[in-house]
Structure formats: structure tokens, C-alpha cells
């Protein structure tokens, strides 16, 4: 049971932690909180295949493995950057209601952030001999959860200041500046 706690705590203490991951349910939510809702999903579909490779010892082949790392490094930042170039430019408007895109796309993200990933391999040496993957996944999915409505409930909070539109451009460039040092982050780790 110790070893659930730890985990959780670890786990917990990361994910809520601003980064590519929450930053991008943010923005999301900013401005659609079902794409937000459909952005967190994806996410966390690509935590839970990490916490899974790791624990079957799969993120070590990935780590191992080059030039697949860099294939889902260069994935993930271009996506970041993508992000930041849109967010720049963005006017006011509603975006389209394209859940099922915003899933795969933050899907991509997910698997593709080396930070869950140094997490696992450092935390799954811990736990591995005393926990179930079950349990390991139940805790990953409640607790990104928890930090995703977390994030979307601050972003309602924030959408009647950015009501104004000066406010929506200065916030909007912050984060593309932001996605922009995430992405450079992710290609360099």
C-alpha cells in the first residue's frame, strides 16, 4: 500500500506541475471546455500507455532506442510549435468543435513528452515488485483527471478577464512564447 501512496503522491506532485500537458488543457479550455474535456482524454490515453511500457520495460527500449525517442520528440514539438504559431495569430473567434482530432493530437503529445517519461523510469523501479498496473492505471487516470478539471475550472475563471480583447492577444502570445520554449524543451531532453 506504501508503495501506491508514493506513487500517487510522485505522480500527483508531476502532474499538476505547469507543462505541456496542462498547458494545453489550458489554452483549450480558454476557449472550448468540450475540446478541453476531448484534450485531457487524449492525454491521459497517452500517460496510461506510458505507465504501461514502463512498467512492462518498454520505456526503456524507448530510451534506448534513438532514433524512435527522436521520432516522437520531433512529433510532439512540432505540434508545440504548430500550437504556438496558432495561438499567436488567433483572433477571437470560437474554434470548431473538433473533439475527435483534439484527442488524437494531445494523444500525440502525451506518449510523446520525455518528462512522464524519465518519470516512469525513475518511479517504476520503486514500485514494480509490490503494485498491479491496474491500480498503477486507475491512480494515473484519477489524478490527471483531478489536475485537468483543475486547469479547465481555472480557465473559466479567466475567460471573463479575457473577455476584453487587448487581454486575450497579451495572454494568447505569453502562451505561444510558452509552447515555444516547451517545444524546444522537449527536442533538447
Known amino acids: 500500500m506504501a508503495d501506491y501512496v508514493l506513487f500517487a503522491s510522485a505522480f500527483f506532485a508531476s502532474a ?9 488543457i489550458l489554452t483549450r479550455a480558454l476557449s472550448n471546455k468540450k ?10 490515453t497517452g500517460k496510461v500507455l506510458m505507465v504501461s511500457l514502463a ?13 524512435l525517442l527522436l521520432a516522437l520528440k520531433i512529433l510532439g514539438a512540432s505540434f508545440l510549435i504548430y500550437k504556438a504559431v496558432r495561438l499567436w495569430y488567433a483572433e477571437r473567434v470560437q474554434p470548431r ?10 494523444l500525440a503529445i502525451g506518449f510523446s513528452n520525455p518528462q512522464p517519461l524519465a518519470f516512469y523510469l525513475a518511479i517504476m523501479p520503486v514500485v514494480i515488485g509490490t503494485t498491479q ?46 509552447f515555444l520554449v516547451l517545444a524546444v524543451i522537449v527536442l533538447t531532453r
Open 97 to 106: 468543435d473538433r473533439k475527435g482530432s483534439e484527442f488524437f493530437a494531445a
Open 133 to 178: 498496473l491496474p491500480l498503477l492505471i486507475l491512480i494515473v487516470v484519477v489524478g490527471f483527471s483531478l489536475v485537468s478539471a483543475l486547469y479547465i475550472l481555472l480557465a473559466g475563471r479567466l475567460s471573463s478577464w479575457l473577455a476584453s480583447g487587448t487581454n486575450f492577444q497579451q495572454v494568447n502570445r505569453v502562451l505561444a512564447i510558452a
Open 55 to 67: 512498467y512492462f520495460g518498454l520505456a526503456a527500449l524507448l530510451q534506448s532506442n534513438g532514433e
Open 16 to 24: 499538476i506541475a505547469p507543462g505541456a500537458d496542462t498547458l494545453l
Open 35 to 44: 475540446l478541453a474535456i476531448a484534450t485531457a482524454a487524449g492525454i491521459t
